[in-house]
């Protein structure tokens, strides 16, 4: 029997919306706009971009940004409830995130994940301007210069052993989905969904994923 594991991107999705581009709008540095818009583009790579847009910010504005994540992010409504259910399903479960270390891991901090199953980009305080620190590249098969390389995760986690669920929103998540067994999608990621004609299992909260993993592991696997 297949092994389920589960993906599960992080901005927009365990927390409501996006937490760098909610930095960016409101620390408006000039010139993160256009950098935005050249990723939306498919102009520059996403680390590219994410790189170029934190090195807008000085250092010292640590503090402050750190406040402003945690003050503003909320966290989507049964996320408590979805690590339990793998819990007791023994579903592994692994956060794979193009944000950055120093907003992810406190965001994640009341909540009964280890640390090396999250993935996500690092960061250096240490310079004049803050930089960002890739420790998760894409393998040989990636070309996309993604920054944390979601499909080189997933592909440690081979499709003849792994039943490979995905849940996210957005641009990160474009290639995962089409590499995985089921994607839970919103925003976005619908529609690129339906662009590309991926079957997908739309949500708004967490409560929707538990609700259709317990028919689908039933089913699959355990
Ligand atoms: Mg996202
Ligand atoms: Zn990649």
Redesign the pocket.
Known sequence: MKRPVIFC?????ITLS?NIVAIMRHFDPPGWQPLVERIGAGEISIRDGVGRMFELLPSSMKDEITQFVFGTAGIRPGFSELLEFCRERGIEFLVTS?GIDFFVYPLLEPYPIPRERIYCNASDFSGERIRIVWPHPCDDECTNDCGMCKTTVIRRYPRDDYFRILI???V??FAGAQLVDLVFARSHLIRKCEELGLPYVPYETFHDVVRHLQTIVKKESV
């Open positions: 991107d992080f901005d927009g999705t996006d193009g996210g929103d957005s990160t998540d």
